[in-house]
């Protein structure tokens, strides 16, 4: 099965060499149409449905409020939510169509295939609908090299709920469990829109058809979306590193034309990252129009002349396009190899620690990091039995203190009593009253968590602000708050306090008074760090540990980044803004291009 597989592979890439102009065109036309006017469009329209209905944002916590309180607007966004599957079944009724049309020469021009594609949206049921729901959320996100769409970018799992099921090794196992039955779904769906699209079956007749075709092959479909999928890989990483090494020689032996050679290299890059967008978009809509074999389709019933023609056009077409695309990119790697967007990020001291050097949240802690010279330490507060705050994360004492009680359900000077242990270190429960007093002693500034629960009193957020307001602002400090009535209050309180609304999922641009937005990281796209910018908020990137995680998060534009890791995080500032060679800024670009779409490396 693998060598017929191998041999199926070599087939594909052999039939999107004899049509590439048309497979380039297919994908660009229908790429660049979904990013530069469906996705803009859609956005506008969620953001005008939330203006309207005066929603401020939307998350897992405010869902029942939108649901019972801005109804219209709950419908506006379920409108908007079946739109968003609508386009995706189109796109990929373009794209496989188109596919299908090229590889057996049927001659439909591009109009033709949208048209198709529009046909068939006009033929979806009910029922379609309900199994768009369950594939494309469901069985997508696992198997996104068939699809990759920038309409289905926010359909992710943010990888602190994985963390948190992870620490868990039943709940580890059942993610486990959850991603193979995913696969396994996945594959033996895989014929179900082909099915739907080119054989106009029914969804429910497809899904029966697909799951009995599939039944006793498995394998065959795994293995040869597993070697499209590494050959895919190979190409990149070689392409990368080529360039790279060219770049590198240049900058050691030819420095003289370092400079000019880095804009033609990165240039290179881009286009072929395009290039190979459009060479992994056939290769795996190939195994769906021709899983068995690859071959050379009879030639059409026309004159060798116009074959010749009908083959030469859309070459000659993907060569104009390319030579566009190289050159709209020239002035802005003139810019960036030149350090034009080079930047210094906020440094953010998650929970006061840096690379486990003491417990969370205490004052030890605190005065080791302070001595690293983070630009702010951020620190979470809790509200105790007696209306007071508490330095602390957790919702219970009994991970850090060993005691099975809640910041509610003891006074402060029972919680100060606790010693909290943390990767071999201790160190007492700190009152919010004294780790204020140890930064302000430090001239540390701070980003405060304000921590709320069910069981807070009902003044609370007013009590921390009438008794902390004005001194947060003294001291430079800062506010950021998953709960967005203490955002609401600080800016009706005390307009001067900075604010962070903190937002787990980056699914509509929220329109509220917040003076930032603090995310996290793997939800996070540029599109939401323009949008905040261009509104004069900035927006920080939480919790990113890994160094290349850091570069992409800089890369893309986040004003701030939160981090246990703030040393490694200083560093890899240093190395970004220090003069680095043309070649290591090559290899960051490369690093965080989006080869699923042209735009996605940008800032």
Same mark, same amino acid.
């Given at each position: 099965m693998g060598f017929r597989s191998i041999r199926y592979t070599g087939q594909a890439l052999r039939e999107f060499f004899r049509h590439w102009g048309s497979y380039f065109i297919l994908s660009f036309v229908v790429g660049e149409a979904i990013s530069?006017?469906?996705?803009?469009?859609?956005?506008?329209?969620?953001?005008?449905? =939330?203006?309207?209905?005066?929603?401020?944002?939307?998350?897992?916590?405010?869902?029942?409020?939108?649901?019972?309180?801005?109804?219209?607007?709950?419908?506006?966004? =379920?409108?908007?939510?079946?739109?968003?599957?609508?386009?995706?079944?189109?796109?990929?009724?373009?794209?496989?169509?188109?596919? $299908?049309?090229?590889?057996?020469?049927?001659?439909?021009n591009l109009r033709s295939v949208f048209g198709e594609a529009i046909r068939d949206l006009q033929r979806i049921r009910p029922t379609t609908v309900l199994f768009f729901v369950f594939y494309f959320i469901l069985v997508i996100p696992f198997a996104g090299g068939i699809i990759n769409s920038a309409l289905l970018d926010k359909v992710r799992?943010?990888?602190?709920?994985?963390?948190?099921?992870?620490?868990n090794n039943f709940y580890a196992m059942l993610i486990g469990i959850f991603y193979l039955i995913m696969l396994y779904v996945g594959i033996?769906?895989?014929?179900?829109?082909?099915?739907?699209?080119? $054989? $106009?079956?029914?969804?429910?007749?497809?899904?029966?058809?697909?799951?009995?075709?599939?039944?006793?092959?498995?394998w065959f479909y795994f293995w040869r979306v597993t070697w499209l999928t590494a050959v895919v890989a190979v190409v990149q990483v070689l392409w990368t590193e080529g360039l790279v090494g060219i770049q590198t020689y240049l900058d050691t032996s030819q420095q003289t034309f370092a400079y000019a050679g880095?804009?033609?290299?990165? !240039?290179?890059?881009?286009?072929?990252?395009?290039? %190979?967008?459009?060479?992994?978009?056939?290769?795996?809509? =190939?195994?769906?129009?021709?899983?068995?074999?690859?071959?050379?389709?009879?030639?059409?019933?026309?004159?060798?002349?116009?074959?010749?023609?009908?083959?030469?056009?859309?070459?000659? %077409?993907?060569?104009v396009v390319i030579v566009l695309v190289a050159i709209a990119y020239l002035i802005y790697n003139a810019v960036y190899m030149a350090g034009g967007f080079d930047y210094n990020p906020i440094t953010i001291s998650h929970r006061g620690v840096? $690379? #486990?050097?003491?417990?969370?949240?205490?004052?030890?802690? =605190?005065?080791?990091?302070?001595?690293?010279?983070?630009?702010?330490?951020?620190?979470?507060? #809790?509200?105790?039995?007696?209306?007071?705050?508490?330095?602390?994360?957790?919702?219970?004492?009994?991970?850090?203190?060993?005691?099975?009680?809640?910041?509610?359900?003891?006074?402060?000077?029972?919680?100060?009593?606790?010693?909290?242990?943390?990767?071999?270190?201790s160190a007492p429960v700190a009152s919010f009253d !004294?780790?204020?007093?140890?930064?302000?002693?430090? #001239?540390?500034k701070l980003v405060v968590e304000v921590k709320t629960t069910p069981h807070d009193s009902k003044g609370a957020i007013n009590s921390f602000i009438q008794k902390?307001?004005?001194r947060l602002i003294k001291d430079h400090n800062r506010v950021h708050s998953l709960d967005y009535r203490v955002i609401a209050a600080i800016k009706a309180q005390e307009p001067k306090l900075y604010a962070s609304f903190i937002l787990p999922y980056d699914i509509v641009f929220p329109q509220t008074k917040a003076n930032a937005y603090t995310m996290e990281y793997t939800t996070l796209d540029v599109d939401f760090i323009s949008q905040a910018q261009d509104q004069g908020k900035e927006v920080w990137a939480w919790t990113v540990d890994d160094p290349d995680k850091m570069e992409e998060m800089i890369?893309?534009?986040?004003?701030?980044? %939160?981090?246990?890791?703030?040393s490694d995080l200083q560093q890899t500032i240093k190395d970004q803004v220090n003069h680095p060679s043309y070649a290591a800024r090559l290899r960051v670009y490369g690093n965080q291009f989006n080869w699923n779409g042209l735009n996605g490396a940008e800032n």
């Open positions: 530069q006017i469906i996705v803009p469009l859609l956005r506008w329209s969620s953001q005008m449905i =939330l203006q309207a209905s005066g929603i401020a944002y939307v998350s897992y916590n405010n869902l029942g409020e939108i649901i019972t309180q801005h109804t219209w607007g709950a419908l506006g966004l =379920l409108v908007m939510f079946f739109l968003v599957l609508l386009l995706v079944y189109a796109q990929f009724a373009m794209l496989l169509t188109g596919v $299908d049309n090229i590889v057996y020469q049927r001659q439909q799992i943010p990888e602190f709920i994985l963390d948190f099921l992870n620490e033996r769906l895989i014929r179900v829109l082909p099915h739907m699209i080119l $054989d $106009d079956q029914p969804a429910g007749t497809a899904l029966r058809n697909s799951w009995r075709e599939t039944k006793k092959h498995f880095s804009i033609i290299t990165m !240039a290179t890059l881009q286009v072929g990252g395009v290039f %190979i967008m459009a060479l992994t978009t056939t290769l795996y809509y =190939l195994v769906l129009v021709s899983p068995d074999a690859v071959t050379k389709a009879a030639p059409a019933p026309i004159s060798v002349k116009e074959q010749k023609k009908r083959k030469r056009w859309p070459r000659v %077409i993907a060569g840096d $690379d #486990h050097n003491g417990v969370q949240n205490t004052i030890p802690a =605190l005065e080791k990091t302070a001595k690293e010279k983070p630009d702010y330490v951020e620190m979470d507060i #809790h509200e105790t039995k007696d209306g007071q705050w508490v330095v602390m994360h957790d919702e219970n004492y009994e991970a850090l203190a060993g005691v099975d009680k809640t910041p509610r359900q003891l006074t402060l000077a029972q919680a100060t009593q606790l010693t909290a242990k943390e990767d071999g270190h !004294a780790y204020l007093a140890a930064a302000e002693r430090l #001239h540390q902390y307001g004005a890369f893309m534009g986040a004003d701030g980044i %939160i981090t246990d890791n703030l």
